[in-house]
């Protein structure tokens, strides 16, 4: 079973390689460092963390967020925004059951982490798909090429 960073991870890359599928059917060339930046704020189909932390990020919001960038907090309020909303919709519901829904049931309103992290898992993902033989695929060798990774 995937982890819940291995599942986003996979998910993040292949929203990146649908993107350069587009770029390419379009007639534009691909650029990496573009293509990651609109996918890091397209809609991520979850959260991606265990229950735990979210419930751990519901009670103290982005109190107990440590990053200095405040992505992580930016999180925290997207989880208690959609908590809250859940919640509003269900007076009765505790805030366990509303985390409960929301990791399991929402989506994020986007991926919470930096550009230059995209571009290593974006990158990760292409080396696998070129040391399985997956080169055949225009958008695995454009994104090769863009993030300068060797075919």
Known sequence: MKTLTSQR??????????????ELRHGRAVDAGVIVRR??????????????????LAYAGGEAC?????????????????VDAYRAARPRAG???????????????????????????LAAEIRRRLARGGAGAPEVLALALSLHLRP
């Not at 996918?39 to 751990?56: D, E, N, Q, V």
């Open 39 to 56: 996918a890091i704020y397209t809609r991520a189909a979850g959260f991606y963390m265990s229950y735990a932390r979210a419930l751990r």
């Open 95 to 121: 805030i366990p059951e509303a985390v409960a829904a929301v990791l399991t049931d929402s989506s994020a309103p986007r991926y919470y982490f930096r550009p230059a992290q995209g571009r290593r898992i």
């Open 9 to 22: 991870n996979s998910a993040f890359a292949e929203l990146c390689l649908g993107m350069a599928a587009a």
């Open 66 to 82: 440590r990053d200095a960038s405040g992505i992580g907090r930016q999180r925290a309020q997207a989880l208690s925004r959609a």
